[in-house]
């Protein structure tokens, strides 16, 4: 795909819902006593692979539009899937199934794409088999023979939100409490959820306390926009000469924030307004207008409040004056491709300066660059920064995989022209 250039972007844009929560509905709701019903869901290929699992699992569910109706079966009400699992391109799917079917009494199993299947699952699949979990395999196809858990003391090894909600949905199963202490702060929409759902759940700091359940309570679930779609206006806004967007209804959790707290460090103008609670969870309408944005150092407990969006992140950093680090960020490497060595090798295609290293890279930004024929490696949210990178060069840029978006955003692009127009 030829990526065709914008010279200004203003407007409004929605855009679709947040791919943790709508995820998180979907199999807490089948897990629940009673109908769920979710409105603004995601009907992103990933959300999409979650309902069939739970539908392969004798769940009913109705999808409408944006709406989707759960009919909970409870917390034992699940069936052995006839076949193997397939959860596409989703990590979250992947490591959340693990967590579930782990107690069930039926043996399971489950694969995804070839990205997928080059995902480490070990990191969930050690601390359910503390738990008494019965799993073969560190990389998909999983097979997992369900048992009685256990609850155990886990201490994270990595700040990983799909790692401890894999232990709290098994913690639910066990027969004692489970308690895990995070080494920093990651997404907590599975703790408000199961909390409003009724589980005996505690989070203090960085240490959560679940306690087994009886039942789940059903609950409906207004799933707000995903800051992680959010953030390719945020940063389209901030770099683009005469641009004001407006995004509105994005999930402003504090634990997705860090792309905020970023960008303001950069000089961004960025105002958040008609700030509300929806089901736990934070919202806002988010306004960007350009403005000269400077080098930042990124790493630390930020990380995990904004590990998704470091690519486009690397994106303001090469409009930006000066310097800028990303650090911390070793956890890059395990995403739909390695994001970094992916950021990097396109980044440098067109001319930036951007270095490698460990845990992250390094960009002198604010020079001029060109066009370049990008390659996705099949992760969406790749596309859709190389999207927005194109804007900044001089010459025509082309994309070879722009279908890839649709995990994450499926209209990514009419949204993304609309505001150019
Ligand atoms: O679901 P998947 O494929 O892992 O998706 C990604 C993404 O970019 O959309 C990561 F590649 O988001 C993860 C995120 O990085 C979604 C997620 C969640 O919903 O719990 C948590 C984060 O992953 P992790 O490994 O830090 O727990």
Known sequence: MIIRKISKASGTVR??????????????????????????????????????????????????????????NGLYGLTQPSGTLYTGNSGTATRLLCGILAGQSFSSSITGDASIQKRPMGRVTKPLSLMGAKIENEYCPLYIT?????????????????????????????????????????????????????????????????KPAKSLSAVNVDVPGDISSAAFFMVLGAIMPNSCITVTNVGVNPTRTGIIDV????????????????????????????????????????????????????????????????KDAQELKVKETNRIRAVVDEFTKCGIDITETDDGMIIKGGKAIHGADFKTYGDHRMAMSLTVLAQMADGESTLDDSDCARVSY???????YKLGE
């Open 146 to 210: 369900g048992t009685k858990l256990h609850g155990i003391d886990y201490k994270m090894p990595v700040a990983s939100a799909q790692v401890k909600t894999a232990i709290i949905l098994a913690g639910l199963y066990a027969d004692g409490d489970t308690k895990i202490h995070e080494i920093e702060k990651s997404r907590n929409h599975t703790e408000l959820m199961l909390g409003a759902m009724g589980a005996d759940i505690t989070a203090d700091g960085l240490d959560i306390t679940v």
């Open 15 to 72: 855009v679709p819902g947040d791919k943790s929560i709508s995820h998180r509905a979907v199999m807490l709701g089948s897990l629940a006593e009673g109908t769920t019903e979710i409105t603004g869901f995601l009907k992103g290929a990933d959300c999409l692979s979650t309902i069939d699992c739970f539908k392969n699992m004798g769940i009913d569910i109705n999808i409408n539009g944006e709406n989707v109706t759960v009919s909970g």
């Open 410 to 416: 499926p209209m990514f692009f009419d949204d993304f």
């Open 263 to 326: 960008l303001k460090d950069m000089g961004a103008d960025i105002t958040l307004e008609n700030m509300r609670t929806s089901a736990g969870e934070s919202v806002a309408d988010i306004t960007v207008r350009s403005s000269t944005l400077c080098g930042t150092t990124v790493g630390g407990d930020i990380i995990p409040r904004l590990i998704d969006e470091l690519p486009i992140i690397a994106v303001a950093a090469a409009s930006a004056e000066g310097e800028t680090v990303i």
